[in-house]
């Protein structure tokens, strides 16, 4: 087979899988939006700390902060986590436990990249969920704002892209982990919670002391929402985005690759113990 | 088509007694036993053959079904399948094969049957001119129609077990595995199944591994049988041959014209029962000429009718290990 026909054999299994993955999500349109709902967590956040600023600005370690900026910075959030986030991890150790992942493994098709355009399909809905929040951003908080660099902004949607793939991967990876204990969803939720602290997702990272904040630079989390956040925010340029992206693209090969072991792993205990 | 030699698998399991202490006693500890579902396990069957695998629950069916499948790695033994090992799941293999488990479905549950369909025409690589045709094939042999257009969740059991042997077959694979396939199906539907099952073998010389509890279905669809029992063959050969070996005998039911001492009855065969003027004999196979000749002319016979005793007391005598012997 030649590598023209392999690509179009893939291009078209692809496209075959984000069909049927948008099909059904349109189906659960509703349970979508209520899910999506359920992403509220930059907005309390942002009604908390327009709280705590609105006697004057926070300072933060590289600026300060005003009830504005905390308006821009988590609606910013939000709609990266709108964009991003997926349920991979319990859909996964759902078809491990059930056995119905066996279904999966008589397709002529690696079940992660199923998966993958499975928690991609929707996101033609997610961005209608978007509109309104980039709406808020541009009205709402205005402009002055937002980062004023055209290069930052051609690169954030590539750390948008940086921030799914690595939410996904490790959603692969401890999903996987389903098939040594039932309870790999419970590992994911302890994941979650360092998640929600150390990648600005509950405190701008600039609010943290100084010794947490540079340890977040060898941490994933901050590359999975902050990165782009900043960079939206005008926090970061885009030679520092870049920097981001690069170190986005370290990780993901990384995860890639123990995913995959680990998925390949697991795998084979699978075949041995039964599916 | 399919080559199994000395196959095994065994399982590693958890082993606790209910209760607290032994709940928590098992967070540090823990117990493990080896259970040997299938054990020595040889067979072999030719290109288009229909095979029935049967057995009694626990005896190694749907796991020895999962190993030709690729779905588990034997844990001793070698399995070969249109030349390929299973366990490799390459691509070329996947599209030869197909698994239906009638208790778990691949329909996408929300969409239209189709959906399925057009995604399993991609994933399986099918050429859309013969997508079409085989598609168009496959619903007409299946009576399908309007269908395919009705979400999966609003289908009836018969329905979706349709649509599951389309969405299956649709890359027209050279073996079936058939894991219960008429589960909880209706008679007629049953039926429809099974004829749809016979038409796609003969039709495209497909190899047919078919494992239910329904003996209509086995009686109806394979020539020969596998049985297994504890992960062991226990016999391997033609139904008749089977049937022949456990139960030795066939029934004669005979209706007579007017009442019949059952004393004049013993020398005919074994009475299974006898209610006024209808009699059912147990006779041996190789003396039912001249035991229904010589009924006929001693006594007031009105109806006669030959039967194979039911496939279910076959096998049940045949678990029971109360006959027969491995093949």
Not at chain 1, 157 to 173: E, K, Q, S, T, Y
Not at chain 2, 18 to 36: D, M, Y
Not at chain 2, 181 to 196: E, N
């Amino acid at each position: 087979m030649s590598l023209l026909t392999m690509l179009q054999r893939r291009v078209r299994v692809i496209g075959a899988l984000l069909r049927a993955g948008f099909a059904n999500a349109l189906v659960y349109r509703a349970e979508f939006l209520v899910w999506m709902l359920t992403t509220n967590l930059p907005l309390v956040n942002l009604a908390l700390w327009s709280a705590v600023a609105r006697d004057g600005s926070v300072q933060g370690t590289e600026g300060s902060w005003s009830q504005r900026q905390f308006a821009a910075y988590f609606l910013s959030a939000l709609l990266v986590r709108v964009l991003t986030s997926c349920g991979t991890v319990w859909e996964l150790t759902y078809e491990i436990k059930q056995g119905t992942l066996a279904l999966r493994l008589l397709r002529p098709v690696h079940p992660l990249l199923a998966y993958a355009t499975e928690a991609l399909s929707p996101l033609p809905i997610r961005m209608t969920f978007a509109l309104p929040i980039v709406a808020a951003l541009l009205l709402g908080v205005g402009w002055e704002h937002l980062s004023h660099d055209p290069l930052s902004w051609l690169l954030v949607p590539v750390a948008i892209a940086g921030v799914w793939l690595m939410v996904f991967l490790v959603m692969c990876l401890v999903g996987a982990l389903g098939f040594w204990f039932d309870s790999a969803a419970g590992v994911w939720e302890g994941w979650f919670a360092f998640y929600t602290v150390l990648s600005g997702y509950a405190v701008p990272l600039d609010l943290f002391p100084a010794w947490l904040r540079s340890a977040t630079a060898y941490l994933p989390f901050r590359l999975m929402l902050a990165l782009p956040v900043e960079a939206m925010t005008g926090r970061i340029d885009h030679l520092q985005l870049l920097h981001g992206i690069a170190q986005q693209v370290a990780w993901c090969t990384a995860l890639l690759l123990l995913a995959r072991a680990t998925f390949a792993s697991g795998l084979r205990r699978y075949a041995t113990f039964g599916a | 088509m399919i080559d199994i030699r000395s196959l095994g698998k065994t399982y590693r399991v958890t082993r606790r007694p209910p209760g607290l202490w032994p709940a928590i006693r098992s967070l540090w500890h823990r117990e493990w036993t080896e259970v040997a579902a299938v054990r020595e396990l040889s067979f072999s069957i030719a290109a288009g053959e229909r095979v029935g695998f049967l057995g009694p629950n626990g005896a190694g069916k749907t796991t020895t079904l999962k190993m030709l499948s690729g779905l588990l790695h034997p844990t001793s033994g070698e399995v070969r399948v249109a030349g390929f090992e299973p366990a490799r799941r390459e691509v070329a293999f996947l599209k030869t094969v197909t698994l239906v488990m009638g208790q778990k479905q691949q329909l996408l549950w929300d969409l239209p049957a189709s959906e399925t369909f057009a995604l399993n025409g991609a994933l399986f690589d099918v050429p859309r001119q013969l997508f079409k045709r085989t598609l168009d094939e496959l619903t007409e042999l299946l009576q399908l129609g309007q269908v395919l257009e009705k979400p999966v969740r609003s289908l009836s059991l018969g329905e979706r077990m349709k649509c599951e042997l389309v969405a299956a077959l649709l890359h027209r694979p050279r073996v079936l595995f058939l894991d219960e396939p008429t589960i909880g199906l209706d008679v007629t539907m049953q039926s429809a199944v099974r004829d749809f099952i016979r038409r796609y073998n003969e039709q495209t010389g497909a190899t047919v591994l078919l494992t239910s509890h329904y003996m209509e279905d086995v009686a109806a669809l394979c020539p020969r049988v596998i049985v297994v029992d504890g992960g062991t063959l226990r016999f391997d050969g033609a139904l008749s041959e089977l049937v022949r070996r456990v139960r030795p005998h066939k029934r004669v039911s005979l209706t007579f014209s007017r009442p019949v001492d059952p004393g004049d009855l013993q020398r005919f065969g074994r009475v299974i029962t006898q209610d006024g003027t209808r009699v059912t004999l147990e006779v041996p196979h190789q003396e039912l000429p001249q035991v229904v000749s010589a009924a006929m002319m001693q006594l007031p016979v009105s109806d006669l009718d030959v039967t194979e005793p039911p496939l279910e007391d076959v096998l049940r005598e045949l678990f029971a290990g109360r006959s027969t012997e491995a093949a």
